[in-house]
């Protein structure tokens, strides 16, 4: 049946279904939103990519430059969360245009950092915007498209994340090889910030939007002045807790294994440098290939299919770090790992699949979440490394994602069952 539109705004002719909406239309919206996802994914990973470069620019210690990540991730917790919320409230299209000029005008303001105390607060004010992408993002395709395809979507926008690693990995190497500062890079901010503007033409206004999943008592935005405890009521709180914990320990899983890997291969098995590189690379090309796979199998046979995922990851891990690979085997192991980790990039339609439509982009923000338990995986981590070795402290990964993926199994299903019998969903 054809959705309705709310009673107090019928007759005004202000309302668009989206299932009214052209082909077109809908993938010129996701084509700007993956714009604007390139350079939010660009801009994370300067903290990474760039962080010699930041240390020896700043002179700051090997402990002041690793602070970085933490900082940065201090502000995406708390950008996902309250900008999640305030995406529900004034519109997902008007919070990207925020998200946009604020992570834009944060990775321009790294040109003019002089010492650790302002690169303090222009790394926490840089996660704060762009901690906000991933709910806002979710909020804005999951209006658009059926959730028979939106799996498939999600793959496209981890995709387009993992491009987005490797551009500014192969474009700083051709800027030093061409003589340039590496500052150069940073000013990829412009791009956000000069075409934030055009969202308001591209991207329809989800406030007056009859989103594919129906409206909830004639609610496109969330009407609470904390819509976040609306992932707290009674019949919900527990299961907001399970997928907050369910969130925690893939990021815990991935800084105990990836994060470590490149010191692993170097330190431990003593590969080249060159080969390090390489090896993380494949990796991340089967990121960029898994997501696709997972969000077509997500959609084919519901979201907690994709829980297979991390049971393939940690039967890898024990592979990866104990058998003996040659170098193109590890490529080959690296490549696999990366495809089943990216399993986790169907999360975003199914945390807003789970709640009500109003709460699309509140609940995406459960994601962010976990990085709370994530900054927590070094410290863990290094201080088990001289007692266990790095190996086996590696391993953790693979309990860690066993966990998740047990958490994962003993959630809702959101796709192939009535969706009146789905938590907070509308009766179509």
């Known amino acids: 049946m054809k959705n309705e539109v709310p009673t107090a705004m019928a007759g005004t002719g202000k309302w668009l279904d989206a299932r009214d909406l052209s082909a077109g239309r809908r993938i010129a919206a996701l084509s700007f939103l993956l714009v604007a996802y390139f350079f939010y994914a660009w801009s994370w990973n300067t903290v990474d ?5 930041i240390k020896d620019s700043l002179n700051l210690t090997l402990t002041q430059s690793g602070s970085l990540y933490t900082l940065q991730s201090i502000g995406a917790i708390v950008g996902a969360v309250v900008m999640g919320q305030v995406a529900d409230k004034i519109g997902r299209r008007n919070a990207l245009v925020i998200s946009m000029f604020g992570y834009g005008f944060g990775l321009l303001s790294a040109l003019w950092v002089t010492t650790y105390f302002e690169v303090i607060f222009q790394r ?8 906000s992408m991933f709910p806002i993002a979710v909020g804005i395709y999951s209006g658009l498209f059926d959730r028979a395809v939106r799996g498939r979507i999600a793959g496209v926008v981890l995709g387009t994340y993992n491009v ?3 551009a500014l990995g192969f474009l700083s190497a051709a800027a030093f090889r061409a003589g340039y500062d590496w500052k150069i890079l940073l000013w990829a901010g412009v791009v956000p910030v000069t075409i934030a503007v055009f969202a308001f033409f591209i991207i329809p206004d989800d406030r007056k939007l009859i989103p594919m ?4 008592d004639g609610q496109t935005v969330a009407k609470a002045s904390l819509p976040i405890t609306e992932l707290f009521a009674p019949g919900v709180a527990r299961q907001t807790i399970l997928l907050a914990t369910m969130t925690g320990l893939n990021f815990f899983a991935y800084q105990a294994f990836t994060g470590w890997a490149t010191t692993y291969l ?3 098995r003593g590969v080249a440098d060159d080969v390090v590189g ?10 960029a290939v898994g997501g696709l796979i997972w969000g077509w199998i997500s959609d084919r046979f519901g979201r907690r299919s994709a829980a297979t995922g991390f ?4 039967a890898i891990i024990p592979v990866y770090l104990f058998a003996p690979l040659s170098f193109d085997m590890l490529e080959i192991v690296g490549f696999l790992y990366g495809v089943a980790l990216s399993c986790s990039a169907i999360w975003g339609p199914w945390l807003s699949e789970l709640y009500p439509p109003h709460l699309r982009s509140t609940a995406a923000s459960i994601f962010n979440w976990g990085r709370v338990i994530s900054m927590t995986a070094p410290i863990i981590t290094a201080s088990l490394v001289p007692m266990w070795g790095m190996a086996p402290v590696m391993l953790l990964a693979a ?8 958490i994962w199994l003993s959630l809702p299903e959101t796709t192939h069952r009535s969706p009146s019998r789905r938590v907070g969903a509308v009766p179509q």
């Open 278 to 287: 390489d090896v993380v690379g494949w990796q991340f090309v089967g990121a």
């Open 399 to 406: 309990v860690a994602f066993v966990a998740a993926a047990v």
């Open 311 to 314: 049971l393939i990851a940690s």
């Open 124 to 131: 926490i004010g840089l996660g704060f915007f762009m901690g």
């Open 266 to 268: 170097k330190t431990v």
């Open 49 to 53: 990519i760039l962080r010699p470069y």
């Open 213 to 216: 999943d129906g409206i909830a």
């Open 164 to 166: 987005a690693v490797a």
